[in-house]
């Protein structure tokens, strides 16, 4: 059986998760990235998408809007800027997200990097199904 490592996902709202967790999922900025127990330590930024945490009680996933996850050989710690448990996750919440990112984008100069980001959230839109 694999190790466990203590994940907590925390947002400026609310602490979303404090569990032991077999691996998490991680929607890196670099790319997608999974980690267990034992991981390289590492901080990296998120863009949106979708965190999953797998633990003893099964699956959790978060939709996550961006922010940043430090990882160690036994614990992974995310701050996300916005980030909301795929059930409770409603299209309304993701036109806001979609709608507030779309707007940073109007006044932000470097127009390559929020359009991403809202690529980022259309493709997020997706794959949670709304």
Do not use: Y
Request: charged content about 20%.
């Amino acid at each position: 059986m694999a190790g466990t490592l203590q994940f907590d996902l925390v947002s400026p709202e609310r602490r979303l998760a404090s569990i032991a967790a077999t691996e998490v999922q991680i929607p890196g900025a670099e790319g997608d990235m999974t980690a267990m127990e034992g991981h390289a330590p590492g901080i990296t930024t998120l863009r949106p998408g979708v965190l999953r945490a797998t633990s003893a009680a099964g699956v959790k996933s978060f939709v996550v809007s961006g922010g940043f996850a430090e990882i160690t050989a036994t614990s992974i710690s995310v701050l996300a800027e916005q980030a909301v448990p795929l059930e409770e996750m409603t299209a309304a919440i993701m036109d806001q997200m979609v709608a507030d990112a779309t707007l940073a984008a109007a006044v932000n100069p470097d127009k390559d990097a929020t359009d991403k980001v809202v690529a980022d959230l259309l493709a997020m839109r997706a794959a949670a199904g709304q």
